[in-house]
């Protein structure tokens, strides 16, 4: 089914991005998107084609602002953590100094069962390898997203703040990635984890119990907001996202499927779904696929 | 307790930012083969569908608060409200069912 945004009811139209409301072929909108930025930010370029330190920083804030429901829901997810770390006699900046350097909601609880049994450091890394893996995999995706002329330093800088939420935003953001929108996102990120970490442990019992196990459904509500536009726009990503979660609910629930751990489980199912597609439907520039 | 947390923490940090880095330094040419980009642009949806659902189901304290706040954020995402309503929204759903006596 598709709707047109403008016979949508409720103000739809005003907050569908410029370009993506013309019926089918959205795809191709996407990738030109892709290819030449926003005007508003074409702008801000100097004539020399390198952004002014003014672009850079209003990249940057934009970024932040972006990125605080991100670090609002980190807080809520980190709370717990905290939480957790305390029960295994963690010190607040200990469990803190982790979320710091780390910044991974699965690879961090996982390791906290290990530490408290004294597993072996080889196992701890071979644990995390696994459950993080699926980094690589969004890794390589922004590689090709960043926009070109962003250096190594810059591979190094935004490398550190590759989470799935961070994904999430940075790459479904229109037109290439400049590092300061990804730094911007950390920049409001990465507190919410260290600090909902830190008040986790010296504060485990301060908040209701409830509320923050319904905090615990900011992220997902957060992805549900991120995914679900683009999917009616497109018929191609709604399949996309449909394949995604019937495949992962069999993972979830077949015996042998589900033994496979979390982190792999989604590489897996991204793999076989992105692949499917773009082998039925390869996006060409400049060409309509949809039709 | 551990004998030395502190070097827990490094060999995890090193691990998982090597994951990360990796791909980011190593794939810098621009990749021109149209399957491989057509690939990595469904990479992101594919990716947050899987994570998402039904994971979601268990992200509450009972699955009927989860499943009222997932439906909640179905239906807001559908008419294209902002990442922040969707999400506080969905969790002051969940936060609403989660009162009801026996839910």
């Not at chain 1, 679900?228 to 993972?251: E, G, N, S």
């Not at chain 2, 594919?46 to 268990?58: E, H, N």
Request: aromatic letters at 10%; one cysteine or more; glycine letters at 10%.
């Amino acid at each position: 089914m598709q709707r047109l945004p403008g016979k949508d009811a409720g103000g739809r139209q005003k907050k569908s991005p410029p370009g993506l409301g013309a019926g089918s072929g959205n795809v191709i909108y996407y990738v030109k998107l892709r290819q030449a930025r926003p005007a508003d930010i074409m702008a801000e370029l100097s004539p020399d084609g390198k952004d002014s330190f003014m672009s850079k920083r209003k990249i940057w804030i934009s970024g932040i602002k972006d990125g605080i429901p991100i670090g609002l829901g980190y807080l809520a997810v980190s709370f717990a953590f905290g939480i957790q770390a305390e029960a295994i006699g963690l010190l607040p900046w200990q469990a803190a100094l982790m979320s710091l350097t780390n910044v991974t909601s699965a690879g961090q609880f996982a390791a906290l069962a290990q530490i408290a049994v004294g597993a072996p450091y080889w196992e701890i890394a071979l644990t995390q390898l696994v459950l993080n893996l699926r980094y690589c995999l969004m890794s390589c995706v922004l590689s090709q997203k960043l926009e070109r002329g962003a250096g190594i330093g810059h591979r190094f800088g935004i490398a550190f703040g590759v989470t799935d939420e961070i994904f999430a935003l940075s790459s479904l953001r229109s037109g290439p990635l400049s590092p300061f929108y990804s730094y911007g996102l950390m920049t409001a990120a990465i507190p919410g984890w260290v600090l909902g970490t830190f008040l986790g442990v010296v504060s485990g019992d301060l908040l209701p119990a409830d509320i923050v196990s319904a905090l615990g459904l900011a992220i997902y509500g957060m992805f549900i907001a991120i995914i679900i536009p683009p999917a009616r726009q497109d018929k191609v990503v709604l399949k996309v996202v449909l394949a995604a979660m019937l495949l992962a609910t069999l993972f979830r629930y077949l015996p042998l499927l589900s033994e496979i751990s979390s982190g792999f489980q989604i590489i897996i199912i991204a793999v076989a779904v992105a692949a499917a597609a773009a082998w039925l439907r390869p996006i060409k520039d400049g060409e309509d696929h949809a039709g | 307790m551990p004998d030395n947390i502190y070097l827990y923490i490094l060999v995890m940090a090193l691990v998982t930012y090597l994951v990360r880095m990796l791909p980011l330094t190593l794939l810098r040419r621009e990749i021109k083969n149209v399957y491989i980009r057509s690939f990595l642009y469904y990479i992101p949806y594919a990716t947050l569908a899987a994570m998402t659902f039904p994971a979601i189901l268990y992200a509450a304290s009972s699955i009927w608060s989860s499943l009222a706040g997932f439906l909640v954020a179905l239906l807001l995402a559908y008419r294209g409200k902002g990442l922040v309503t969707v999400a506080i929204v969905a969790c002051a759903a969940a936060f609403l069912v989660g009162l009801i006596p026996g839910v």
